[in-house]
């Protein structure tokens, strides 16, 4: 058990000179809320990877331009972001982080090398609609309702929050919107929403929640 969580954890900050571990328990809004910990580095990773292969079979073609845009809701210290710019296959990394500490060690970590000048870390509130409107429609008049928005999720919020999150996301963004869920407790949501399920992990139902996850698309009607 503690050599996994060291190679889940602990191995990736080591390998990169960066700084993903601090955990947070901050006093929350919500019992709902999930207290911040870092994701497992092989399920983010794998996420990522099954995410940008539907996006180049499914979506890329039928676009008129192949800009991508990696967005972490609740994102903490930066982890999937780096691991995002790691891929190669986005074109803009946005880590969005209410805490001010995690959002400032996310910034510092993209500095660490050349691969992740692509990223920046806001701080801004989930739940704020200003602040979230603020950041799609600034997405929009950069890369036009083409782009393709990958969002990220590792469960930091209720299904309430993630519902208005979904609305915003399909009133101002883009055509085409990914949705990679890490412990996918209120997948329902995602489904009322309209969005479709095109993966989700292989382990059992038992399995520790760290191991799930859930990927979902959704097109706008024209």
């Not at 309430?160 to 407790?185: A, C, F, H, M, W």
């Amino acid at each position: 058990m503690m050599f996994n969580l060291f190679r889940q954890i602990d191995l990736f900050d080591i390998i990169r000179g960066v700084n993903t571990r601090k955990i947070k328990k901050p006093k929350m809004t919500s019992k709902s809320y999930m207290w911040y910990s870092p994701v497992y580095t092989s399920v983010a990773k794998e996420m990522i990877a099954i995410a940008v292969d539907f996006y180049n079979s499914a979506i890329k073609y039928s676009v008129e331009n192949d800009n991508t845009v990696f967005l972490d809701l609740g994102g903490g210290s930066g982890k999937p972001s780096l691991l995002a710019c790691e891929s190669k296959a986005f074109s803009r990394v946005i880590n969005v982080e209410i805490n001010e500490e995690l959002s400032r060690i996310a910034s510092e970590n993209f500095t660490k090398k050349r691969i992740y000048n692509n990223a920046e870390s806001v701080t801004a509130n989930v739940e704020n609609f200003q602040q979230m409107k603020g950041i799609l429609n600034k997405l929009s008049s950069g890369f036009g309702e083409e782009y393709t928005l990958f969002i990220f999720n590792k469960n930091s919020y209720d299904y309430q929050v993630l519902e208005n999150t979904l609305i915003l996301i399909d009133k101002y963004g883009p055509k085409n919107s990914l949705y990679l869920y890490q412990n996918p407790v209120h997948a329902r949501t995602l489904t009322y929403c309209n969005y479709l399920e095109v993966q989700r992990d292989s382990y059992a139902s038992n399995s520790h929640k760290n191991f799930k996850y859930s990927i979902w698309w959704k097109q706008k009607k024209k």
